[in-house]
């Protein structure tokens, strides 16, 4: 089975890669313009985007939209991760964070996929704590500065296999490839 995974994050594309892959699905990076709306949920953006890329023909893909929900700060940047790492950036993030007992956030994601014309939704979420300082080189985003409950390195400390085992992307592509061994 092929799946394209329609993003311009090529980290991304590398987890979706890496974890489908080893359940026998290829994976075809594509990057397509999407708008994404401006909404107080991450499944409300996948949906947006889902309905824009209806009518392009592009066959069987995925796509996902992830966030950092940071309990001290009312759940930002969340929604707005891709903005917020793009301006402030993990120091911005930090700088926000100094001195804050409640270092508590987690990862949320959202996969949008369209299978043999049929469009379904999967979630996956991931706890822990926004550390001090940025450490580890592997991984994207914000993964220097999160650290996955039960761990105690970061997501960019670990390897590929390690992160998706427990990663909201991780536990988001199982339930897809749950869904998908139902359906084909
Ligand atoms: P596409 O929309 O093209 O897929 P994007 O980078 O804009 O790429 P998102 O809007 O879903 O993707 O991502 C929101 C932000 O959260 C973005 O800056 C990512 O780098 C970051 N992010 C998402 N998943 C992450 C992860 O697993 N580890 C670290 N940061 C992550």
């Known amino acids: 089975m092929k799946l394209k995974i329609i993003t311009s994050n090529a980290g991304k594309?590398?987890?979706?890669?890496?974890?489908?892959?080893s359940l026998g699905i290829e994976v075809e990076p594509q990057d397509e313009d999407c708008d994404e709306i401006?909404?107080?949920?991450?499944e409300e953006v996948v949906r947006s985007c889902l309905s824009q890329l209806r009518s392009k023909g592009l066959g069987d893909y995925v796509l996902?939209?992830?966030g950092l929900f940071i309990n001290a700060l009312g759940g930002f940047p969340g929604v707005y991760s891709a903005y917020a790492l793009r301006t402030i950036g993990?120091?911005?993030?930090?700088?926000?964070m100094d001195g804050r007992a409640d270092r508590s956030a987690r990862f949320e994601c959202c996969i949008g996929c369209s299978f043999k014309g049929e469009e379904f939704v999967v979630k996956g979420r991931c706890d822990g704590i926004?550390?001090?300082r940025p450490s580890g080189k592997g991984g994207f985003g914000f993964d220097p500065?999160?650290?996955p409950s039960g761990y105690e390195e970061t997501f960019a400390e670990m390897s590929?296999?390690?992160?998706?085992?427990i990663s909201h992307r991780g536990r988001a592509i199982q339930a897809l490839s749950e869904t998908l061994r139902g359906k084909v």
């Not at 594309?13 to 892959?21: D, K």
């Not at 590929?160 to 085992?165: L, R």
């Open 13 to 21: 594309a590398v987890e979706f890669r890496t974890a489908l892959g």
């Open 90 to 96: 993990i120091d911005g993030i930090l700088r926000l």
């Open 64 to 66: 996902d939209d992830s």
């Open 130 to 132: 926004i550390s001090e």
């Open 160 to 165: 590929i296999d390690v992160k998706n085992g």
């Open 38 to 42: 401006q909404a107080d949920t991450l």
């Open 145 to 147: 500065i999160f650290v």
